[in-house]
């Protein structure tokens, strides 16, 4: 992190002379892929309320945690949310039921159990708000540094299951058919999401945490011609956002987790207007 501190010291930019503006800089540039990356396989896989469903689930873990006194209760939402998205994975590869539908029942169960655990035995809701609200400058270099861990796994699962994923979400029974391992490559990209999404809750906010997995693959597909693009204007975007939002919070004041998702918003709003022109 010291290297990293020097760097931005060299920067005459007001805002990088805290340590705490050095470090949330640090963490929106390894989520900026993240995001953008995993947000192209959820819109394309349609699961784009399943990064929701996951939210709510990590939020079960961070309550359970909790109550148990632990210390650092990420470990514990990290745990309940792979165990979530592994549970999911099952129960669609054998029911007939729509992704959707399962997804409804996995978010609603998944929100009644949060509620119901943060609040057992009369206890206050209230020191659960940094979840719904989130804080990226009170992230800390040991968060970061899993942060950038998870990059790496993500990196490394998109460049072998891109392409398997996008078939499987068009096309299961061609895929199937073609040897690639259809619930193999579901069941790695939802464990994938679990993770970061619990990752990112403390710092983006439970609220407003799905609408960062989900518009800047959206906004990218007003205006990509391929997946190549597609891919790159989502991690552009996400980017682009990031950044703007980190900026914009510190001189407003205002939550940089709220400020990245409308400043995503006003991206695909851009896109979405110039999606015929670029068409």
Excluded at 270 to 279: A, M, N, P, Q, Y
Aim: glycine share 8%; charged share 10%; net charge positive.
């Amino acid at each position: 992190m010291s290297i990293w501190y020097s760097l931005l010291d060299l920067l005459p930019v007001e805002m990088l002379r805290w340590d705490f503006m050095k470090n949330a800089l640090l963490a929106l540039l390894l989520m900026a892929p993240l995001f953008g990356i995993l947000s192209t396989m959820i819109v394309t896989g349609r699961m784009s309320f399943f990064s929701d469903a996951l939210g709510h689930s990590a939020f079960t873990g961070i309550a359970i945690g909790c109550i148990a006194g632990m210390s650092m209760p990420l470990g514990a939402a990290v745990l309940f949310s792979l165990a979530f998205s592994l549970l999911f994975s099952f129960v669609r590869s054998r029911s007939s039921q729509s992704a959707d539908t399962l997804i409804g029942v996995f978010s609603s169960t998944a929100v009644a159990l949060g509620i119901f655990v943060a609040t057992l035995g009369g206890g206050s809701f209230t020191k659960y708000n940094r979840y719904l609200i989130g804080d990226v400058l009170s992230i800390s270099p040991m968060e970061i540094g899993m942060l950038a861990l998870v990059l790496v796994f993500v990196l490394v699962f998109w460049f072998f299951y891109a392409n398997r994923l996008t078939l499987s979400a068009v096309h299961p029974q061609l895929a199937s058919s073609r040897g690639i391992p259809v619930g193999l490559s579901q069941t790695l990209f939802t464990a994938a999401i679990a993770v970061v999404v619990t990752l990112s809750i403390s710092s983006m906010g439970l609220l407003i945490l799905n609408s960062l997995l989900v518009l800047p693959a959206a906004a990218s597909r007003n205006v990509a011609r391929n997946i190549k693009q597609y891919t790159l204007f989502s991690v552009l975007f996400a980017l682009l956002a990031g950044i703007g939002g980190l900026t914009v919070s510190y001189y407003l004041g205002c939550s940089a987790g709220a400020a990245i998702s409308l400043l995503l918003a006003a991206i695909f709003a851009v896109t979405f207007c110039l999606r015929k022109r670029v068409g």
